[in-house]
């Protein structure tokens, strides 16, 4: 069973930082991809950043200068890391796994992805 676990949320003034990590537990290749999610209130979920299967990766344009995604494969884990954090980009985050996604050239769609974590709450206070 797959299981994914979103680490590292939580409270931070504007400017500040902070990385996210998404455990994976019970897949069965370290080669998958992992698409990061984001749902502010009253909002609808955006996808945020991607890392494929091949190691490619994806970040939308409006925070492509201050988040970035990586992958410590040793263990199962993929990161976001969040620089410069703005008001706006508080949110609740989701990791999500897809096994049908190989490379990335945008960010893929949440239909792509089969199972999610629980999410983590990101509050960026100005």
């Known amino acids: 069973q797959v299981q994914l676990a979103e680490l590292g949320g939580g409270s931070v003034q504007a400017g500040g930082s902070l990385r996210l990590s998404c455990v994976v537990s019970?897949?069965?290749?370290?080669?998958?991809?992992i698409g990061w999610f984001r749902q502010a209130p009253g909002k609808e979920r955006e996808g945020v950043a991607a890392?494929?299967?091949?190691?490619?990766?994806f970040v939308i344009a409006s925070v492509r200068d201050r988040f970035s995604v990586s992958r410590d494969n040793a263990k199962n884990t993929v990161y976001l890391e969040m620089n410069d954090m703005k008001p706006e980009d508080t949110a609740v985050y989701f990791c999500?796994?897809?096994?049908?996604?190989?490379?990335?050239?945008?960010?893929?769609?949440?239909?792509?992805?089969?199972?999610w974590g629980q999410g983590t709450q990101v509050t960026v206070s100005s």
């Open positions: 999500a796994l897809s096994g049908r996604v190989n490379n990335i050239m945008n960010m893929p769609g949440a239909v792509f992805f089969e199972s």
């Open positions: 019970g897949y069965r290749s370290s080669r998958n991809c």
């Open positions: 890392l494929g299967a091949d190691d490619s990766t």
